[in-house]
């Protein structure tokens, strides 16, 4: 029996899981609330946070799972990408829980997880794979051949679709994190009351900047005029908004599924949470004939279950770290 005990620190939630052959046996969150009044992640906070939730959460996971530690196969971390400071706490951790028990060391890529969530529970994407995978720091298009041979395919050249969504919520005037409110207020409003431009984009290449900065002077513009224009048109604004970025999004995901003649096609990462994307990818589906997976709620946002399963299909490929690995705030793939 493989039991792997999974951490998962790359930003601001500190989490750990435990896995068994395979099958997720917990999955314990801390989320960090001290960062809403700062209207965003402030890492040193972050770090500080993570200190103090990591035993208590290792601790409930092995708890919550029935595994006692002299029981686990091996140990897991997220290496990267993430904030550096939050990493190495749960690298830190990882390896001295590992080294005292004499476990072998896992190292994860974040990004490669978020994939690997649609692995965790049935039913489970056949290959080739295409998932769309969407956060707050990234987008990227991701093709997977096998649980462990992906390739990156497209990604954006500058900000994620993640990062539109918090910092419009932010021109809004709505708290950190926005883009769930975002996602809230657009159930309300009109999709098509306002139209963004979307910069015309090469291959499967995103880009988003541009569209912060005409969402911006939209509403600069606006306000001009009418100083309560937000709080007046807020759903329709938020449903605008998002209309656009889910649009730009499909785009590509249906161009690279035609284009590569994959009909496995999923969404992973915080956004994927998100409930209009979420029925974009439904819709299309249903007219080219795509088998769509969308991992549980629980799966979507950052989370060690994720870690552990990636774990699992490493450790079973042999695909160990040792003491001396470290971890990365970088966001390539090479430590997939």
């Avoid at 960090?32 to 972050?46: D, F, I, L, S």
């Avoid at 949470?273 to 799966?299: C, D, H, Q, T």
């Amino acid at each position: 029996m493989i039991n792997i005990l999974a951490i998962e620190s790359s930003c601001d939630d500190t989490s750990a899981a435990v896995i068994s052959d395979g099958r997720v046996l917990s999955n314990v969150i801390a989320t960090q609330q001290v960062h809403e009044q700062y209207g965003g992640v402030v890492p040193e906070m972050a770090s500080r946070a993570h200190i103090s939730n990591i035993i208590p959460v290792v601790d409930l996971a092995l708890r919550q799972a029935a595994v006692p530690a002299d029981a686990l196969t091996a140990v897991a971390f997220t290496q990267s990408p993430g904030l550096i400071g939050s990493l190495l706490v749960g690298a830190g951790f990882a390896k001295a829980f590992a080294q005292a028990r004499n476990l072998p060391l896992v190292a994860v890529h974040h990004m490669q997880a978020h994939v690997m969530a649609h692995f965790i529970d049935d039913p489970k994407p056949e290959f080739p794979f295409l998932c769309l995978t969407v956060s707050g720091g990234h987008t990227q298009l991701v093709l997977c051949k096998a649980q462990l041979d992906m390739a990156v395919i497209g990604e954006t050249i500058d900000d994620a679709a993640g990062e539109a969504f918090d910092k419009t919520a932010k021109m809004l005037g709505l708290p950190y994190p926005g883009g769930p409110l975002i996602d809230q207020y657009a159930a309300q409003g009109d999709p098509l009351k306002y139209t963004f431009p979307s910069a015309p984009m090469p291959g499967y290449q995103f880009s988003f900047s541009g569209l912060k900065t005409a969402i911006l002077y939209f509403l600069q513009k606006q306000q001009k005029d009418n100083p309560d224009f937000i709080a007046q048109n807020l759903a329709d604004i938020c449903a605008s908004v998002q209309y656009t970025i889910i649009k730009i999004l499909m785009q590509k995901l249906q161009k690279a599924a035609k284009d590569l003649d994959v009909s496995n096609v999923g969404i992973a990462g915080g956004v994927s949470a998100n409930s209009g994307l979420r029925a974009a990818m439904l819709r299309a589906g249903e007219a080219n004939g795509w088998k769509v997976f969308i991992p549980a709620f629980e799966y979507c946002t950052d989370n060690a279950a994720m870690i552990a399963i990636t774990a699992h299909y490493k450790f079973l490929a042999g695909q160990v770290a040792d003491l001396h690995t470290t971890p990365s705030a970088r966001a390539n793939w090479q430590h997939g």
